[in-house]
Nanobody, 122 residues
Framework: QLVESGGGLVQAGGSLRLSCTAS????????MGWFRQAPGKERRFVAT????????YYAEFAKGRFTISRENDKNMLYLEMNDLNLDDTAVYYC?????????????????WGQGTQVSVSS
């Protein structure tokens, strides 16, 4: 089970840190990802991280502003988001897959959280 938290309302230029708590065993066996879905739009890839945390990959819009990280001993995944803008408004989802690399497509993931709302105001 994956549970996201940390969303909320923030002004443009502000920051938020999203968390994803994983229950069950062997969190370190899963590559993880963050996706987002804005109203009326398709779900989009945001960032992904390998099982060990040694490799990460970002969507172009996230590079330089967002940082994905994980703490396997705490079963936690994070997304640090800085310099937020109106286009970042969306529901953010964490996802898990047992693959051995990192993954940018939603179809690669087996488990999803319920999402957390991020709203950026001007």
């Amino acid at each position: 089970q994956l549970v996201e938290s940390g969303g909320g309302l923030v002004q443009a230029g502000g920051s938020l840190r999203l968390s994803c708590t994983a229950s069950g065993r062997a969190f370190g066996d899963y590559a993880m990802g963050w996706f987002r879905q804005a109203p009326g739009k398709e779900r989009r890839f945001v960032a992904t991280i390998t099982r060990s945390g040694g490799m990460t990959y970002y969507a172009e819009f996230a590079k330089g502003r967002f940082t994905i990280s994980r703490e396997n001993d705490k079963n936690m995944l994070y997304l640090e988001m800085n310099d937020l803008n109106l286009d970042d408004t969306a529901v953010y989802y964490c996802a898990a897959t047992q693959g051995g690399s990192y993954y940018v497509t939603g179809a690669s993931y087996d488990y999803w959280g319920q999402g957390t709302q991020v709203s950026v105001s001007s």
